[in-house]
């Protein structure tokens, strides 16, 4: 039943240790275990960093791992769930992207965050991915839930990555 997040910018050795502490702290201090969010469960396994997940309910949160806007621009809030995962599906070890994936309470929802963060974010896509700064970044929606990768090292990487869910 809980969620804790500890951040400290910028990370110097000294943060990283008392993050360490407090994380264990606060730990000992739940007594029931929790489970992860369903969302979760729905990140493709193949190729998945696990310890690069990141679950959140605000765009305050996805800025603070990946910057995308000032603006909401995908709507999220705390009726919405959303997780940051990196993969790398290739031999060398390098990350080959980062998934988003959102789930809005209706599909309608859903279209319309798509809709603004092609018009803001992506412009000029075609189908939804557009390579930006080298590397490429796409958008699909299913249903209730948005998809988008960002930094696939190519477009055939990037829809393995968003066709996995």
């Known amino acids: 039943p809980y969620y ?16 360490k502490a407090l994380a264990v ?3 000992k201090l739940i007594k029931e275990p929790g489970q992860k969010p369903e969302i ?16 959140f309910r605000n765009h305050v949160w996805l800025n603070s791992h990946h910057y995308i806007s000032s603006e909401n621009i995908l709507r999220i809030d705390d009726s919405v769930e959303a997780v940051l995962a990196k993969y790398r599906l290739g031999n ?6 980062l998934l988003l994936l959102i789930e809005y309470r209706d ?7 798509q809709d ?6 992506l412009p000029k896509h075609i189908d939804g991915f557009y390579k930006k700064d080298n590397l490429w970044v796409g958008c699909q929606v299913n249903d209730r839930r948005i998809a988008i990768v960002f930094k696939g090292t190519d477009l055939k990487t990037a829809k393995k990555i968003i066709n996995g869910i």
């Open 4 to 19: 804790v997040s500890i951040l400290a910018y910028p990370e110097t050795a000294e943060k990283k240790l008392f993050v």
């Open 25 to 27: 702290r606060i730990a």
């Open 40 to 55: 979760v469960s729905r990140l493709p396994q193949k190729g998945l960093v696990k310890q690069s997940i990141r679950y």
């Open 92 to 97: 060398d070890g390098k990350t080959s992207g």
């Open 107 to 113: 599909n309608k929802l859903a279209k319309e965050a």
């Open 116 to 121: 603004s963060f092609l018009n803001s974010y």
